[in-house]
Nanobody, 122 residues
Framework: QVQLVESGGGLVQAGGSLRLSCAAS????????MGWYRQAPGKTQRELVA????????KYADSVKGRFTISRDNAKNTVYLQMNSLKPEDTAVYYC???????????????WGQGTQVTVSS
């Protein structure tokens, strides 16, 4: 059983910074990709914030380019999202997502974290 545990959300003023972490726990798997999505208040869908695949390729939403940085520690099965110059429109619940490959079967599964609230005040 794989679990994703997120941490690092909170309340910050506009222009401030936060760092989110997401750790994958369990055994018998490898990680194909890990990333962050967010769901803003009143929105029904989650949008991609940033994603990093095992080869190191990174993708960012246009709205966060130059402000957010995603990184990954493969030894710890952990992905980080450094968020700088935060804006009120960044307020959302941030979810970690991972594509996990089960070693024994090579089957791929998508896992989500429980979500962490990020609130940016103006």
């Amino acid at each position: 059983q794989v679990q994703l545990v997120e941490s690092g959300g909170g309340l910050v003023q506009a222009g401030g910074s936060l760092r989110l972490s997401c750790a994958a726990s369990g055994s018998g798997f490898s990680i194909n990709s890990m990333g962050w999505y967010r769901q803003a208040p009143g929105k029904t869908q989650r949008e991609l914030v940033a994603d990093i695949i095992s080869g190191g390729t990174v993708k960012y939403a246009d709205s966060v380019k130059g402000r957010f940085t995603i990184s990954r520690d493969n030894a710890k099965n952990t992905v980080y999202l450094q968020m700088n110059s935060l804006k009120p429109e960044d307020t959302a619940v941030y979810y970690c997502k991972a594509i996990i490959v089960i070693t024994a079967s090579a089957s791929r599964y998508q896992y989500w974290g429980q979500g962490t609230q990020v609130t940016v005040s103006s």
